[in-house]
């Protein structure tokens, strides 16, 4: 599949933006990670495989620090899949839909993330505050409640509050794009008002 001289362009701008996003996370020490926003956009403008190198790339260079987060790279490019289907439906087009979307990412991140982080720790928890901290409350050790549901549930807490972060920035995003740049854009199209296309329309007639 050709990619176009402009999702080149967005793909090293998507990656800063996912590591932007998540170096605020951890220096605000917000239970977020943010790391997904630049995934989710380029995806939405420009298709499946665009997002996914984002999503692969962004974790590809976290894991030089952490060895880790290279399993999450999975989660990412799950994400770049989803978000590039979504935008074809027009679902980021509206805001209330767009919200909405956060339910799959938090699905995918949380629910399937929360998998790979018990498998990756050796069937424990996470290093999560979040995850134990909901493990405490839930009264174990001592009640014996299961670790991988403490695992479960804090995990899908976290990422569907990250997610509804992540998509409304993305929203946002999407909507300040400039015309004449989206008109470039293989999905770009979808985001021009009907307004724009109509100016569009009369200055080439």
């Known amino acids: 599949m050709k990619i176009s001289k402009q999702a080149l362009f967005l793909i090293p701008i998507g990656v800063a933006v996912n590591f932007i996003g998540g170096q605020i996370?951890?220096?605000?020490?917000l239970p977020a990670y943010l790391d997904a926003i630049g995934t989710i956009v380029v995806a939405a403008l420009c298709g499946t495989v665009p997002g996914v190198i984002v999503g692969l790339v962004s974790n590809v260079l976290n894991s030089l620090t952490d060895p880790n987060t290279l399993w999450y790279g999975l989660l990412n490019m799950a994400f770049a899949i989803v978000a590039a289907y979504l935008s074809k439906k027009l679902w980021?087009?509206?805001?209330?839909?767009?919200?909405l979307?956060?339910?799959?990412f938090a699905f995918i991140g949380?629910?399937?993330g929360s998998v790979m982080t018990w498998i990756i720790y050796g069937f424990d928890l996470g290093t999560s505050w979040v995850v134990n901290l909901v493990w405490i409350a839930l009264g174990s050790p001592e009640g014996g409640f299961p670790m991988f549901l403490a695992e479960f549930i804090g995990e899908v807490g976290v990422d569907l509050f990250d997610k509804v972060l992540t998509v409304i920035?993305?929203?946002?995003?999407?909507?300040?794009m400039p015309t004449r740049f989206l008109s470039k854009l293989p999905l770009g199209y979808i985001y021009i008002s009907d307004e724009d296309k109509a100016i569009e329309d009369s200055a080439e007639d």
Do not use: E, M, Q, V
């Open 110 to 112: 949380g629910g399937i």
């Open 92 to 99: 980021f087009k509206n805001f209330g839909l767009t919200l």
């Open 101 to 104: 979307s956060s339910l799959f």
């Open 169 to 176: 920035a993305s929203y946002f995003i999407l909507k300040a």
């Open 25 to 29: 996370c951890i220096l605000t020490k």
